[in-house]
């Protein structure tokens, strides 16, 4: 069974203040790992998918990286607007698209 | 812009009436789409999967009943929620793949709220 685990759970930063967003995960073959990033009382908006262990994608302040075991979401000098809560899903394969997700970091960054 | 749209982004519906929720893909054919629920400052989980042409797969513990999928076209796929109860009430959401996969598209999602 696919298994994401993200961390942490929530995250304050201060604006200009970078960090990064973990995603563990365990698939019994990757075929691709997405994130997301929801707003609230809305649908999840795609940002990244990765497929290969060393493969990085890169969007305004926002790069994802990805290594045999986890993915890195890392956020270089925020702002407030990048508050949200980032998910992480994984696609394990078979003919259909099903993700599995981890439960998401909560990214609140304050001016 | 966006290219999964969902209908309507808010219904509001008595105790044992039935909800329809459209959802569509707006600028590409999806013969696969996914529904999720999620509860408030929860992740996503899925219900079940929408397939074209042919019966809907859901997930273990959602009733098929109850939750009524039919994937009438390309681009479209539909959620009927019956006899809503109050525990039902949600926010639900669908997903389309693109690209064969390479890109997956959320809808803006639908809040249910059974009174």
């Known amino acids: 069974e696919d298994q994401v685990t993200q961390s942490p759970e929530a995250l304050r930063l201060q604006e200009g203040e970078s960090s990064s967003l973990n995603c563990s995960y365990t698939v019994s073959g990757l075929r691709g790992l997405f994130w997301y990033r929801q707003d609230p009382g809305k649908g999840p908006e795609f940002l990244f998918t990765?497929?290969?262990a060393g493969e990085e994608k890169e969007k305004e302040r926002l790069k994802a990286t990805l290594t045999k075991k986890e993915s890195f979401l890392h956020i270089t000098a925020p702002k407030p607007e990048d508050s949200a809560t980032y998910l992480c899903a994984v696609n394990s394969g078979g003919s259909n698209y099903k993700l599995t997700f981890g439960k998401g970091t909560l990214l609140t960054v304050n001016p | 812009g966006a290219v999964v749209s969902q209908h309507p982004s808010r219904v509001i519906c008595k105790s044992g009436t039935s909800v329809k929720i459209e959802c569509r893909s707006l600028?590409?054919?999806?013969?696969?789409m996914f529904w999720y629920r999620q509860f408030p400052k929860k992740s996503l989980m899925l219900m079940a999967t929408s397939n074209e042409g042919s019966k809907a797969t859901y997930e273990q513990g959602v009733e098929k009943d109850k939750f009524l999928i039919n994937h009438a076209s390309l681009t479209l796929s539909t959620l009927t929620v019956t006899s809503a109860h109050p525990e039902d009430s949600s926010f639900y959401i669908c997903?389309?793949?693109?690209?064969?996969?390479?890109?997956?598209?959320f809808g803006p999602g639908t809040r249910l709220t059974v009174t």
């Open positions: 990765l497929y290969s």
């Open positions: 997903s389309a793949p693109r690209l064969a996969g390479v890109e997956q598209y």
């Open positions: 600028d590409f054919q999806a013969t696969t």
